[in-house]
């Protein structure tokens, strides 16, 4: 029951990762599709490419909600030359996102990845987001660890145990991250 | 000077431990830098950080065990660093508990001695100081090793008697660097459900340093210590009121 939920939370992350990251990387610039595509792939995808597809089901959905402006089509061509810009209402969204800490549940390292880089592409202050990052995570944990102390359920415990493990992970890569900010900084700046 | 005299309530703001703007060197190295932090009556805090960060330096200057080359340390609404060496000792013996992560206990003597030894040294007399040790006994699960020489203690066992010992002499604050740092997972989580139950029936202040998140996660708040400075939760560093 608890591994599937987390399954499903790890889809929906990519499900909710792939517009703002696409936002992320508008607000560097205004970008063709393919563009985007590139700069996704090579930042975060991690091996594994996003399709076309959905890069332009994403862009034309984030149109219709006004995050994007998808104006600039050069003429006789399809979505690939149409040139998108960030709209305020997608700026304050992305900004939202990369200040809010992310849900301290395990499994999270992709998204926390993906918003380390963005942050510092775009100059954000990714060492406090990660300090509100490594709190939330610790309050969590304290959470979990109050459940472990009271609980009179040892399944409970063990699954407490299970998320506490995983956090603990994510906090030393929060921690490792942080140390090294500089040098990852300096190669997203490099592009 | 009595222990009496010194255990005045926290000041307005609560705070019973402060230091602010702390620095510390080891010849050439720098261990703490403008380093500030106040700890509320009552509360568990973990100290944070990587290996040589300066939390230990922090811990022994907020304790009274080393004097900062330059800042102020508070105690109770006095300023610990300007006590003479004597009235700093006397004030440790009184008012704080310690834990660190190895060798505090006495091998040659038995659990009882080792747990009775603080009061002895305050002159509670004999039959009271090991009356007390033997309720601690009982209320961490170490009922019946009191003749046991500490030597042939297991670590987790090791680890509660130094707490029991710790705690005997009912301080305000313990203070206790990784004391789990050497014993197992389920030990370590043992040592530290039973030293923040116990504390926070006594009413103790502990700060706690830890670089294991699992450890901390027993704590009611966390600050971290980077480079001999400490860091608050939003990543800022932390500032005292001078
Ligand atoms: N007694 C000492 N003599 C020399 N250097 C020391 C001494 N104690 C600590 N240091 C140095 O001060 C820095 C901070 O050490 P410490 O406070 O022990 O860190 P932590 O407890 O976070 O591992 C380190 O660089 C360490 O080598
Ligand atoms: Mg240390």
């Known amino acids: ?191 | 000077m009595t222990s009496f005299s010194l255990r005045r309530d926290p000041g307005p703001d609560g705070c019973l431990v402060e230091v602010k703007n702390l620095y510390k060197s080891f010849g050439a190295t720098p261990a703490l830098v403008d380093a500030s932090l106040s700890v509320r009556g009552g509360e568990v805090l973990a100290v944070m950080g990587p290996s040589g960060s300066g939390k230990s330096t922090l811990l022994h200057c907020m304790a009274g065990i080393f004097t900062p080359d330059k800042g102020e340390v508070w105690f109770d609404g006095q300023r610990l660093d300007q006590l003479s060496d004597t009235g700093r000792t006397q004030l440790r013996r009184s008012a704080f508990g310690f834990v660190f992560q190895f060798g505090q206990l006495v091998p040659e003597l038995t659990v009882s001695d080792n747990i009775a030894l603080p009061l002895l040294l305050n002159r509670v007399s004999r039959k009271a100081a090991y009356a007390r040790a033997e309720a601690w006994l009982a209320r961490l699960g170490l009922d019946g090793l009191g003749e046991r020489r500490t030597g042939e203690l297991s670590g987790g066992q090791a680890q509660r008697v130094a707490l029991a010992r710790a705690l005997v002499g009912q301080p305000k604050v313990l203070f206790a660097d990784e004391p789990t740092g050497s014993l197992d997972t389920l030990t370590g989580e043992m040592v530290m459900e039973l030293m923040t139950a116990v504390t926070r029936e006594e009413g103790s202040t502990v700060v706690l340093v830890t670089h294991d998140a699992r450890v901390a996660a027993y704590a009611d708040r966390e600050v971290m210590v980077r480079d001999g400075r400490v860091i608050d939760r939003s990543g800022a560093q932390v500032e005292v009121g001078r």
């Open chain 1, 1 to 191: 029951m608890y591994t599937l939920s987390v399954y499903f939370e790890c889809m929906l992350a990519r499900v909710t990762v792939v517009p703002l990251t696409l936002l992320g990387l508008l607000e560097r610039e205004p970008s063709h599709g393919y563009e985007l595509k590139r700069d996704y792939d090579n930042y975060f995808g991690g091996g594994r490419q996003l399709p076309f597809g959905q890069v332009y089901s994403t862009l034309s959905r984030l149109a219709r909600d006004g995050k994007v402006s998808g104006g600039d089509t050069e003429p006789g061509a399809g979505p690939a030359r149409k040139r998108y810009a960030i709209t305020e209402l997608g700026a304050s969204e992305v900004d939202e996102w990369l200040r809010e800490p992310a849900d301290p549940e395990p499994y999270l390292q992709s998204v926390l990845f993906t918003k380390v880089v963005l942050a510092l592409m775009l100059d954000r202050p990714a060492d406090s987001y990660l300090a509100a990052q490594r709190a939330s995570h610790l309050n969590r944990m304290r959470e979990l660890t109050e459940i472990k102390r009271t609980t009179s359920s040892l399944m409970d415990a063990l699954q407490a145990d299970h998320a506490l493990f995983h956090l603990e992970a994510d906090l030393r890569w929060i921690d490792v991250t942080s140390a090294r900010l500089e040098a990852l900084a300096e190669m997203v700046h490099a592009r």
